[in-house]
């Protein structure tokens, strides 16, 4: 099994996030940087199936050099190597190109990436990158078992989930209970150091949306507390005031 | 120019984040709106899209279309938004709507947004604003290529509800094996629920709520006001809800008017599921907890007590 797992440089959840340069750059200082949340379950989910059927896990990451703690972080969960395409990820379509080329020359027999990365948002990178490559997508996938080169998939839609069978290969985004996240033991980073790291350069430049400007939403105002024996109180100002019921 | 939209049916009904994008696609003024309905449902319901904004409703009622198979339904949205000469696609985001339009937009050479908050401004080029960082910022972006897919996060826009009959033509459309690799061989629904993505009120509980025995006054509390329920992370790692409830960061984003947290403590993985909430209510019987600093309205006290109160005090008002 050659597996192919996409990651992403995100700041972490606690991040305060803000703006530079007039409101067109992210102000990378004082974050902390962590795979993310959702890639996290899919690097995870990987590597037991590396465990379970014998392979290799490969860890794709398209960024700058700032991100190669967090790659080194996959390889210490257990992938085996590690691509980056040195590139800013400028917008979806140019992410999913560059990962299209690598699936496209890697034979990769499963492409696991996370439901939506947690800076962008999209969903929509694994939807590209399969119509790129003419590869089924099923996202989000909660269960995954492999048998005789077919996949038993568990995807969540509204209100529960719905049981699908696909053959290998094909992409997943994944998400929770998958598997549940590896925390890297010393050994795992200690071998870290010394597992391949490829640098590549990244083809074509072409975007389909361009950034004009960030902004942070307003405010939150005071919190209005009401004693706990006049409820009433409160169903009042939701119906009064907020206007919500 | 036209626009089409792409709709969602849940157990036969038009998902009402579906109804938002017709209308959505409606207010761009950029012409004829039709709407693209996939599964099967009554004419009527059809019909009645007009209210929200469409001209006409294409439809296939293809019994291989009735559970949504991403490159399949992928397939049909673009060979439909080619047939109707569409120059934008609206969405709503979804678990299904992500990765078609996703891959839609491969097919047609479109530029895509996802997750937008409201109409474009289009004074100068097509720019849409969009929710990032899981709903801590805003990013605009300029849509470059002529055709354009928009996905919209709840409430972007408030329902018009004014429009006349749509016409309904069935839409015929070519399906190949290709578009079937994928197999769905069951599926397991908890039926008649109010489904907690597209809920306008939203009841969670978490762990201060001791245990699933419990959740009959979370369950009350959210019938009275017609609410969906919702939990955090914990309570779904220990099964006490099934996992299509977990809310924040690592599960569901939701948008509600509404949200009422009993029991949780506010961690921050929980609030960036519920932080596009447009009124946020915490009961809890620490006054501490640190859900208070993101809440519009708060009450300390213990849950068992205060839930019960304010569900005879809703039940008291809709009587
Ligand atoms: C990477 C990562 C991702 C995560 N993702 C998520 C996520 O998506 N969603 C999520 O929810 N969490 C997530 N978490 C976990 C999160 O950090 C918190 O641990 C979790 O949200 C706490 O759940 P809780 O508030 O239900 O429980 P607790 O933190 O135990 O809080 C219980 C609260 O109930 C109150 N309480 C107790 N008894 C009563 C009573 N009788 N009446 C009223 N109040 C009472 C207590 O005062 C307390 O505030 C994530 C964590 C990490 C590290
Ligand atoms: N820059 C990137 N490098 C590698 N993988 C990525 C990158 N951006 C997105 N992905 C993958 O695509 C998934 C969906 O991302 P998105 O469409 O941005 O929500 C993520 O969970 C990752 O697995």
Wanted: aromatic share 6%; glycine share 10%.
């Amino acid at each position: 099994m050659k597996i192919l797992v996409c990651i992403t440089n995100v700041p972490d959840t606690t991040s305060r996030i803000a703006f530079i340069n007039n409101d067109t750059e992210f102000d990378k200082s004082g974050i902390q940087y962590v795979i993310g949340p959702y890639d996290d379950f899919a690097l995870a989910r990987a590597v037991e199936l590396k465990e379970e059927l014998g392979g290799t896990v490969t860890a794709l990451n398209v960024g700058e050099a700032y991100g190669d703690p967090v790659i080194r972080k996959a390889l210490a969960i257990g992938a085996d190597d590690a691509i980056r395409i040195n590139s800013f990820p400028k917008d979806s379509f140019f992410v999913a190109k560059q990962i299209a080329e690598v699936v496209k020359k890697g034979g990769y027999d499963l492409v696991l990436m996370g439901r939506e990365s947690s800076d962008f948002n999209g969903g929509q990178v694994h939807g590209m990158v399969g119509e790129m490559v003419g590869l089924p997508v099923v996202s989000p996938v909660m269960k995954l078992d492999i048998e005789n080169g077919k996949a038993k998939i568990a995807r969540e839609i509204d209100g529960g989930k719905e049981f699908l069978e696909v053959n290998l290969p094909f992409i997943a985004g994944c998400q929770e209970p998958i598997a549940e996240w590896k925390i890297p033991n010393m050994r795992g980073i200690m071998s870290a150091r010394t597992k391949p790291l490829q640098v590549l350069e990244p083809v074509g430049d072409e975007t389909r949306i361009s950034l004009k400007k960030f902004s942070l939403p307003p405010e939150k105002g005071e919190v209005k507390m009401i004693d706990e024996d006049n409820v009433e109180e409160l169903v009042q100002l939701l119906k009064n005031e907020a206007k919500v019921i | 120019m036209s626009v089409l939209v792409f709709v969602e049916l849940a157990a036969g009904e038009v998902k009402g984040s579906s109804l938002e994008a017709i209308s959505y696609g409606h207010a761009l003024g950029l012409g004829e709106v039709t709407a693209l309905v996939l599964g099967i449902t009554d004419e009527r319901k059809m019909t009645g899209l007009g209210k929200y904004g469409a001209q006409k409703v294409l439809y296939s009622d293809d019994p291989k279309l009735e559970k949504g198979i991403i490159q399949a339904y992928a397939s049909v949205v673009a060979q439909v938004f080619d047939k109707v000469n569409a120059s934008v696609l609206v969405f709503a985001k979804s678990s299904l709507g992500d990765p078609v339009a996703a891959n839609v937009s491969v097919k047609l050479g479109a530029s895509l947004a996802s997750n937008v908050v409201e109409l474009p401004e289009t004074r100068n080029g097509f720019v849409v604003k969009r929710s990032i960082y899981t709903g801590k910022a805003f990013a605009e972006v300029e849509m470059q290529e002529d055709k354009k897919i928009i996905g919209i996060k709840k409430n972007a826009i408030s329902l018009k509800e004014d429009g006349a009959d749509a016409s309904v033509e069935k839409v015929e459309i070519d399906l190949s094996d290709e578009d079937f690799q994928v197999q769905i061989t069951s599926e397991e629904k908890a039926s008649g629920e109010i489904l907690l993505p597209e809920a306008d009120v939203v009841v969670s509980g978490g762990r201060g709520m001791k245990g699933p025995e419990n959740w009959h006054l979370i369950e009350d509390l959210a019938k009275s006001l017609g609410a969906a329920t919702g939990c955090s992370k914990p309570v779904s790692d220990m099964d006490w809800r099934p996992h299509h409830e977990h809310v924040g960061q690592t599960g569901l984003k939701v948008a509600p008017s509404l949200y009422i947290a009993i029991g949780i403590s506010g961690a921050i993985q929980h609030l960036a599921g519920v932080n596009s909430s447009k009124v946020i209510v915490v009961i809890n019987k620490d006054a501490e907890a640190p859900f208070f600093k993101a809440a519009d309205y708060g009450i300390v006290g213990d849950a068992f007590e205060v839930v019960p109160k304010l569900t005879e005090a809703i039940k008291a008002l809709t009587n």
